[in-house]
């Protein structure tokens, strides 16, 4: 059984990452999507928000499975038995964060194994942080982020913005 998993702090989640997500489910028997809590960020919706955001994108896959963590990556794949972890890139600088962030966890984890998915060009620029820009003056965030969560994050983005 091929296990991956999918993490990230999807603040808020994008189509960039319901893509990803969507790739990675149609490789492996089960997909983990964990959404991180990192102590240097400040998010803008909480864990459990992001889960739910999370799950009700996602449902429509049933290998897919969403889960929230507060610990360290490694400990996670170990824990749940994980073959790699699959990560999405959009950029040269993005391949090489990834390359050295696999590296740091391999030293903690010596299974540890990456598989990258190059985005797609259409959702290459579409970036969380780009979405919180966007939607806090008010912007249309609709073709980036999935329509079962446009609501949500706008109102949020907009009341931040104020």
């Not at 896959?61 to 969403?66: A, G, I, R, S, T």
Request: with cysteine; charged share 25%; hydrophobic share 40%.
């Amino acid at each position: 059984m091929v296990t991956l998993l999918f993490p990230g702090s999807f603040d808020p989640f994008t189509r960039g990452h319901r893509d990803i997500a969507r790739r990675a489910s149609r490789v492996c028997d089960k997909l983990y999507v964990a959404v991180m809590n990192n102590s240097s960020k400040h998010y803008t919706f909480s864990l459990e928000e992001r889960v739910d955001m999370c799950r009700r994108v996602l449902s429509e896959f049933p290998n897919v499975e969403v889960i929230g963590s507060d610990g360290l990556q490694v400990d996670l794949f170990r824990q749940l038995g994980c073959n790699a972890v699959v990560r999405g890139i959009r950029s040269e600088s993005d391949f090489r964060l990834e390359a050295e962030m696999a590296m740091a966890n391999r030293m903690l984890c010596p299974e540890y194994d990456v598989t990258l998915l190059p985005c797609r060009d259409d959702l290459s620029l579409i970036s969380s942080s780009i979405v919180k820009e966007v939607g806090a003056y008010g912007g249309d965030i609709s073709r980036m982020v999935p329509a079962e969560i446009t609501d949500e994050v706008n109102a949020r983005l907009r009341k931040a913005g104020q």
